[in-house]
């Protein structure tokens, strides 16, 4: 037994068993994107470009038949520099046949954009027309097309397409979590993406010391504002008397007065502009350790 797909009420069908679609499924689970402070008429003509686009590239991979729409042409030009080759459009998952004894753990379907191989390796696409995309809710959408598919692939791609055309690559979700999804789906149940697993007190020890460098920062400023004042009053004083260098009878303090200069600079944004062969030819690039960011809330 197949899924079936019924476009006259956009539904999946196993047999007598209505699936859920993704769409449908992440929305239901708070994993897609929200669209609620978006005008209706603005997402009603988004929705009718994505669709046109989608049909051009369908109609393109099935037939040979070219598009019109600048997106279409980026979609070539893409899929071109990728090597795509073997394409599938528009494909149902999942796609295999099913025993009817299994119907049971099935709980969701949906409809693939394209499938095929490019240069990395096997790759599943989706096309996003919208103006920005989020890569978490594409990430949960590609990595469920591919549970369903029952293949494992090299790439998942999103085929952004717009004013800025190009390929994203996404990564997938852990299958561990994905089944996790479902399982709350065949459960009735909502699914909770996990947070930060830490052990100990490690988040306490953390924020303890955020707060103590915090404090910290803040006297630090205050005596520098203090000291900065004394020191102009002191250079005033040494300019005024011709003094260059002086120090305490106990030789515990020296003061010197460092006269005006200027030193030259390279104004980089200027360079990148006027000359920016130049510019590339000379600037280094430096890996930058990771690290976390760590806000300090009052409480």
Partial sequence: MRVEFRKSNHTYWLGEKKLISI????????LSTDYTGVDAEVLQRAAQKGTMIHKEIENYINSGAVGFTSEFMDFIDIADSLELSELESEVILPCDDIPENEIDNYVCAGTADILCTSKNGKTIIDIKTTANVNKRACAWQLSLYEKLSGRKFDKLYIFHLGANSRPIEIERIPEAEVDRLLECERNGEIYQEPGLIVTGNLIACAEAAERELKLAEATAKTAKEIAEKYRQQLYVLMTEQGVDSWETRNKSLLITR?????KPTIDSARLKADLPEIAEKYTKIS???G???ITVRKG
């Fill in 258 to 262: 460092v006269a005006p200069s200027t």
């Fill in 287 to 289: 890996n930058v350790k």
């Fill in 23 to 30: 769409t449908q499924l992440l929305k239901k689970h708070g």
């Fill in 291 to 293: 690290y976390v960011r």
